[in-house]
Nanobody, 115 residues
Framework: QVQLVESGGGLVQPGGSLRLSCAGS????????MGWYRQAPGKARELVVS???????TSADSVKGRFTISRDNAKNTVYLQMNSLKPEDTAVYYC?????????WGQGTQVTVSS
């Protein structure tokens, strides 16, 4: 059974940084394009960044130049380095395949950017 566990969120001031981790079990991460998604209150879940099995990355315009996705296939883990955080980055962050079909969603990790 596939399980995704996100961690690393928290409260940070505008301009600060956070590093999120997503550990997977029950799957071989290395063969999938993986993405980080986020869902802000009252909004739909959106894809923020993704990384292919070969290491190529894509980023939404809203985070380009600030967020970096990486992966460690040996650890079955995907990371999201978030710099220059803004209040509008506040959301619950999830990892999953990109594009669908999705694995079962994890619980996500809350990121709050506020002074």
């Amino acid at each position: 059974q596939v399980q995704l566990v996100e961690s690393g969120g928290g409260l940070v001031q505008p301009g600060g940084s956070l590093r999120l981790s997503c550990a997977g079990s029950g799957i071989m991460f290395s063969i999938y394009t993986m993405g980080w998604y986020r869902q802000a209150p009252g909004k739909a879940r959106e894809l923020v960044v993704s990384i292919s099995s070969g290491g190529g990355t894509t980023s939404a315009d809203s985070v380009k130049g600030r967020f970096t996705i990486s992966r460690d296939n040996a650890k079955n883990t995907v990371y999201l380095q978030m710099n220059s955080l803004k209040p509008e980055d506040t959301a619950v962050y999830y990892c999953n395949r990109s594009p669908p079909p999705w694995f079962s969603w994890g619980q996500g990790t809350q990121v709050t950017v506020s002074s």
